[in-house]
């Protein structure tokens, strides 16, 4: 036994012995400065193994026998990048499958520690990763990614100023109510400009355009240089009509695409799909009994959120707001 060992044997051994003289194991305690549940476990020690067992016990090893091994979680982390769709499940069973026995709970516990727990943190981290590396991701990441984020696959194919190239449609929000939306979103960051209406007709569409877009866009000091919409005839047809005869008042060009095509523009279908989680999904049973004007009220509110305080996350903008990113402004600022 070393010198200091047998010194602390020593102490705890005087210090059961005080508490044998003075029958009180609460002033023999007070005397020696410890709490009287390590007399107790003195006590133990000694007539369990004796005075060996007063020394110090080694210290506890800090890896739990069921922690799992570095190994199986670096193998799980690039897993879940790799495969971002893969759920704790599927995981696992790969895993054990590979003969690394890891339970579903823990597998998303540790994906929770490392950043990757929701599907939306895997995708703004493999977003990063693309925004480091270029050419980082596999095709299947960037799929994934997509149908997280529609304007991702717009990278190259974006404009390079606010206004140089919008994209207006209209489309009922759902089918059970017929409230239609009028909507154009500039590809150039993702502000957009919408409206509802309970039919579908040109002279909303150019009411948007002229109520809504181009006052904008003066304010801004920038012009709107061209506008594409779908080939059909709420927005189409010759010189004379009204759509056309606008947007050529107004000096814009506008292109007319196949109604298939016009649905491949990431920053339009971004705002739609987020237009249908954050306004249609919440209010979707009201959509049948509440009135229109009231949800025309609701939506403006919304569309302003959007715009103006709600994060943009991920390509183009990267946390800015729509609005934040066509200024030029970050989104702390605003």
């Known amino acids: 036994m070393e010198t200091n060992d047998a010194e602390v044997v020593r102490e705890r051994k005087e210090i059961l012995e005080l508490g044998d003289r003075l029958g009180n194991v609460s002033e023999a305690c007070r005397r020696a400065g410890i709490p009287r549940s390590s007399y107790y476990n003195y006590r133990r020690r000694l007539r369990e193994q004796g005075l060996s067992g007063l020394s110090n016990r080694p210290p506890r090893h800090n890896h739990h026998p069921l922690t799992t091994p570095r190994a199986v979680e670096d193998r799980l982390v690039e897993l879940s990048s790799a495969h971002p769709a893969w759920g704790c499940v599927r995981l696992a069973a790969y895993l054990h499958d590979q003969g ?13 520690r490392h950043g990757l727990g929701t599907a939306q943190e895997r995708w703004l981290c493999l977003e990063e990763s693309v925004r480091a590396v270029p050419a980082s991701c596999t095709a299947e990441q960037i799929a994934w990614m997509e149908t997280w984020n ?59 355009l002229e109520a809504d877009i181009l006052p904008f866009y003066a304010q801004i000091g920038r012009p709107v240089e061209s506008l594409v919409t779908p080939d059909v005839p709420l927005f189409w047809g010759s010189v004379r009509h009204p759509f056309e005869a606008t947007l050529a008042r107004a000096g814009i060009r506008h292109r007319a ?54 994060p943009y996350l991920g390509y183009r903008n990267y946390g800015q707001t729509p609005l934040g990113f066509v200024r030029g402004v970050s989104i702390e600022n605003l």
């Open 257 to 310: 695409v196949h109604v298939a095509d016009s649905h491949d523009n990431g920053f339009l279908e971004r705002f739609w799909q987020d237009f249908l989680r954050g306004f249609v999904a919440p209010r979707r049973r009201e959509w049948l009994t509440a009135p229109f004007a009231g949800w025309q009220e609701e939506f403006s509110v919304w569309l302003e959120e959007y715009n103006t305080v709600q």
């Open 100 to 112: 690394a026995s890891v339970s579903a709970p823990t597998v998303q516990k540790l994906l929770t």
């Open 150 to 208: 529609p304007a991702f696959q717009e990278r190259g194919h974006e404009s390079t100023c606010p206004g140089e190239t919008l994209f207006q449609d209209v489309r009922h929000a759902t089918r059970a109510a017929r409230v239609y939306v009028h909507f154009a979103v500039d590809s150039y960051g993702g502000l957009a400009f919408a409206l509802l209406r309970p039919v579908r007709q040109t002279v909303d569409a150019i009411s948007l």
